[in-house]
C-alpha cells in the first residue's frame, strides 16, 4: 500500500488544532476530508507534531496510506482545490517508503515564538505574534533561556492535560533574538511536552519585563510544579517551522 509523506502549512486560527475531533474542525479533518474528496478513499493522516488550537505551522509533516498510487503533483493541486477556502495548503508532496513515520522518524522540531514589544498593537499580523506592549529585556531573557537548555524535568512547564509518559525532555536549542520591535524565540528538541514552548515562553517574558530574574526561572524549573510556572503564553504567537528526518 503506497504511503504520502506532505508538507503542510496553515494559519491556525479558527481550527481546534491538529488534532482530528468529534466536530470535524482539526486541521488533520480537512486534511482527511480533501483527500477523500479527490481520491475518493478515506485515509488516516498521522502528524508530526499535534499542534493547539491557534498554533500556526510552516512546516508541517504528515503521511498516509491509500489503497492505489497516485501522482504527488495531483495530490499537492486537488488537495488544495479541496481545503479552499481554509487556510491550509499542502505545499509538497512525496511517496514514501512504509517505513516512514512523520511522528515517530522525527529527530528534532523547530518552534518559533514571535513578541511584538511596543505599545502600538499589530494590524496586519494580529493573529501570528502576541502583542507585549511595552518593551522587554532581550539580553536578560537570553540569559534566563540558558537555564532551560538541556536534559530536565520539566514538570512545571507541562500542561496538566499532557499525556506524555514522562515530563524529562531535552532541550536542545532556546535562542531569543530581537529584530526591530520584534522578538523571537526559537526553540529546538526532539520532542516537547503539551504547552511546553508557550509556558517556557510565559516565563522569560516576565524576565524580560522585570518581574523575574533567571534565578526565578531556575527555582520554577526545579520545582518541578505546574503551579510554579509564569502564565502560558497565548496560542497565536506559536508557530511550528520545519521537522527534521
Not at 165 to 181: E, F, N
Amino acid at each position: 500500500m503506497p504511503r504520502y509523506r506532505l508538507l503542510i502549512e496553515y494559519d491556525g486560527t479558527g481550527f481546534s488544532g491538529w488534532q482530528s475531533q468529534a466536530e470535524g474542525t482539526g486541521v488533520q479533518d480537512y486534511l482527511q476530508r480533501a483527500i477523500l474528496a479527490f481520491a475518493g478513499e478515506a485515509v488516516v493522516i498521522k502528524g508530526a507534531g499535534r499542534t493547539d488550537a491557534g498554533v500556526h505551522a510552516l512546516g508541517q509533516v504528515c503521511h498516509f496510506d491509500i489503497g492505489r498510487t497516485l501522482r504527488t503533483d495531483t495530490i499537492r493541486d486537488a488537495g488544495n482545490v479541496h481545503l479552499r477556502p481554509h487556510a491550509i495548503t499542502i505545499v509538497a508532496a512525496e511517496e514514501v517508503p512504509e517505513t516512514f513515520d512523520a511522528r515517530f522518524s522525527a529527530v528534532r522540531r523547530h518552534y518559533r515564538y514571535r513578541v511584538l514589544a511596543r505599545r502600538a498593537p499589530p494590524t496586519l499580523e494580529r493573529h501570528l505574534i502576541w502583542h507585549a506592549k511595552g518593551p522587554l529585556d532581550v539580553a536578560r531573557m537570553a540569559e534566563a533561556a540558558s537555564v532551560l537548555i538541556g536534559r530536565h524535568d520539566f514538570t512545571t512547564f507541562r500542561s496538566s492535560d499532557c499525556q506524555a509518559k514522562s515530563p524529562v525532555k531535552t532541550l536542545d536549542r532556546l535562542d531569543v533574538t530581537a529584530d526591530g520591535d520584534e522578538i523571537h524565540f526559537d526553540v529546538s528538541a526532539r520532542s516537547f511536552l503539551h504547552n511546553q514552548v508557550r509556558s517556557m515562553v510565559g516565563a522569560l517574558k516576565k524576565v524580560g519585563d522585570g518581574h523575574w530574574t533567571a534565578a526565578d526561572v531556575k527555582a520554577s524549573l526545579d520545582a518541578a510544579d505546574r503551579t510554579a510556572c509564569a502564565p502560558v503564553a497565548p496560542p497565536h504567537g506559536l508557530c511550528l517551522m520545519r521537522v527534521d528526518y
